[in-house]
């Protein structure tokens, strides 16, 4: 799934690949990626958030990363990358998994 601006669902988003935004990716329940998840600024659910899901193969580690200025609800699988404030480019911090964020 691939938008200019933003990805908005009232209940989860699925998808067999890949998730990209120029915006953010906002769903009522959960995410679900076969690969990377990505948006500028914002990717938030209110229950849980996996990438890199594919079942045909073993996922390599950039296509199983989520990719954001602010990440909200629980990653239970994928690889968090936080982009700077001020530019999309650039991490702010190191990639968290999701055993990080449970503790």
């Not at 594919?54 to 982009?83: H, M, Y």
Request: a negative charge; hydrophobic letters at 40%; aromatic letters at 4%.
């Amino acid at each position: 799934i691939k938008a200019g601006m933003g990805i908005e669902a009232g209940e989860g988003i699925e998808a067999g690949w890949g998730i990209e935004a120029g915006s953010g990716i906002k769903a009522g329940s959960g995410i679900e990626a076969g690969f990377q998840i990505s948006a500028k600024k914002t990717i938030s659910a209110k229950l849980r958030v996996f990438a890199g899901l594919c079942i045909w193969r073993l996922p390599n580690r950039s296509e199983t990363t989520i990719t954001a200025q602010r990440v909200e609800g629980t990653v239970c699988f994928g690889d968090v990358k936080l982009l700077a404030a001020d530019t999309a480019e650039a991490p702010a911090t190191a990639a968290t998994t999701a055993t990080e964020t449970e503790s």
